[in-house]
């Protein structure tokens, strides 16, 4: 980790720690709770709390040993642009993602594909970020994105076939 980003984890620490109120500085969104102690301690930043939900992501990510770099998180990176889908179902946004983000996440996956093996996937998951607002996660292994919907999480899967890079989606909803 550079000294810039632990210069910033201890300037955020810091702020947390004063009472500061803060989005969730994994996320970026305004989720966190009052009480500091009583949100997520994060996994992959040491000291650091982030929202219930960036907590259970950053859990299920070390399960599958993809865990999401500090430097990628949304303190760090406000230059990147924002949409927020929380308030769409997965069914509109599959569409719109189908024809806006498709194109640009099939040439991400084919270049990711075509790479060494073992090389650095964070300039395809910074490009994959700009170029698709929403995008919530993108994953190397294997291939997949994800957005938060207001029915759940839809996730994006890539694969090829005798005819190209074929896309398709799940919508894991919430439970009710």
Same mark, same amino acid.
């Given at each position: 980790?550079?000294?810039?980003?632990?210069? =910033? &984890?201890?300037?955020?620490?810091?702020?947390?720690? $004063?009472?500061?109120?803060?989005? @969730?500085?994994? /996320? !970026?969104?305004?989720?966190?709770?009052? =009480? &500091?102690?009583?949100?997520?301690?994060?996994?992959? $930043?040491?000291?650091?709390?982030? @929202?219930?939900? /960036? !907590?259970?992501?950053?859990?299920?990510? =070390?399960?599958?040993?993809?865990?999401?770099?500090?430097?990628?998180?949304?303190?760090?990176?406000?230059?990147?642009?924002?949409?927020?889908?929380?308030?769409?179902?997965?069914?509109?946004?599959?569409?719109?993602?189908?024809?806006?983000?498709?194109?640009?996440?099939?040439?991400?996956?084919?270049?990711?594909?075509?790479?060494?093996?073992?090389?650095?996937?964070?300039?395809?998951?910074?490009?994959?970020?700009?170029?698709?607002?929403?995008?919530?996660?993108?994953?190397?292994?294997?291939?997949?994105?994800?957005?938060?919907?207001?029915?759940?999480?839809?996730?994006?899967?890539?694969?090829?076939?005798?005819?190209?890079?074929?896309?398709?989606?799940?919508?894991?909803?919430?439970?009710?």
């Amino acid at each position: 980790m550079s000294d810039s980003i632990q210069k =910033a &984890l201890a300037d955020l620490r810091a702020r947390q720690e $004063a009472g500061e109120h803060m989005t @969730c500085p994994r /996320c !970026g969104k305004d989720t966190m709770k009052p =009480a &500091l102690c009583t949100n997520a301690l994060s996994r992959v $930043a040491d000291g650091i709390f982030v @929202c219930d939900d /960036c !907590g259970t992501q950053e859990a299920l990510l =070390a399960f599958m040993q993809n865990p999401m770099p500090v430097d990628e998180w949304a303190f760090l990176n406000s230059d990147l642009p924002s949409v927020d889908f929380k308030d769409l179902p997965g069914k509109a946004v599959w569409e719109q993602i189908r024809m806006e983000h498709g194109p640009a996440l099939i040439s991400i996956f084919k270049r990711w594909t075509e790479d060494e093996p073992g090389s650095d996937f964070k300039p395809y998951r910074r490009e994959a970020m700009k170029r698709c607002p929403g995008l919530t996660q993108i994953w190397e292994h294997p291939f997949q994105a994800m957005y938060e919907v207001a029915d759940g999480q839809l996730i994006l899967r890539f694969r090829y076939t005798k005819d190209g890079v074929e896309l398709t989606a799940d919508l894991i909803e919430n439970d009710k």
